[in-house]
């Protein structure tokens, strides 16, 4: 009943507020047409800048990366000092890029390369942006004429930001680099740090990629008298009948 008050006195709603709270909500729950349908009539003319963006992010949820880079860059031309804009529009693309052939990504992924160094350079505290910025270097090194020296750049600033991401993102970049020793030594620098069940799979996965059952057993152990569940307890199980 309460969504048929809501449609019904849609065309009333043009002078009210959003109803941010809600329209999150939904998105949560996965509810993505109420969502959309709530937001369409504030994003005429672009007067609600936060309906746009909660828009381009229904969209996204959704994988339309089209409609979503649609409303983000609506976003980054009106605004374009706001570092969350740039990073979201840089994501939609990237997404994007993911999701066509190798010859029409290769058009957008400057485009993405300069999202995200915007994003970067407008909040020096914005660590999705270096994350970002380092997963695209590592990726895409001939591309974009960067490769591991650029990424640890920005895992050094992440560094500064979050000891743990710093860790996570030099293991992430020594391990393409094919040096498995810092690799390993900063993985385990993100347990230690952090000892989050993330800083632990990424552990553990190292051991897995190198072979190194008994350590990653260990290390799974630990990761479950922590965070007991059924899924790491298979992994013991499996890794245990492969020793």
Not at 81 to 94: E, F, I, R, T
Not at 147 to 152: D, I, K, R
Request: one cysteine or more; hydrophobic letters at 45%; aromatic letters at 12%.
């Amino acid at each position: 009943m309460r969504w048929l008050i809501c449609l019904f006195f849609l065309p009333l709603m043009g002078f009210s507020q959003l109803d941010q709270k809600l329209v999150q909500t939904l998105i949560d729950k996965k509810e993505f047409t109420q969502a959309e349908t709530l937001l369409l009539p504030y994003v005429k003319g672009f007067e609600d800048l936060e309906a746009v963006e909660l828009l381009g992010d229904v969209y996204g949820h959704q994988k339309e990366w089209d409609k979503a880079i649609a409303e983000y860059e609506k976003l980054v031309e009106i605004q374009p000092n706001v570092a969350n804009y740039q990073y979201k529009y840089g994501g939609a693309l990237a997404m994007k890029a993911l999701s066509v052939n190798k010859i029409r990504a290769l058009t957008i992924i400057g485009e993405v390369e300069e999202a995200f160094l915007n994003a970067a350079s407008l909040d020096p505290s914005h660590i999705d942006a270096r994350w970002a910025l380092v997963e695209l270097y590592v990726k895409l090194p001939i591309i974009l004429g960067g490769g591991l020296e650029n990424a640890m750049q920005y895992a050094n600033q992440l560094e500064d930001l979050s000891l743990v991401d710093g860790y996570l993102a030099k293991g992430f970049v020594h391990f393409n680099g094919e040096d498995f020793s810092l690799a390993e030594t900063y993985y385990k620098k993100a347990v230690v740090v952090g000892g989050s069940l993330t800083c632990y799979k990424k552990l553990i996965e190292f051991y897995m990629s190198q072979s190194e059952l008994e350590k990653a057993l260990k290390n799974l152990k630990e990761a479950y008298a922590k965070y007991p569940s059924e899924a790491l307890l298979s992994q013991i199980t499996e890794i245990e009948q492969k020793m």
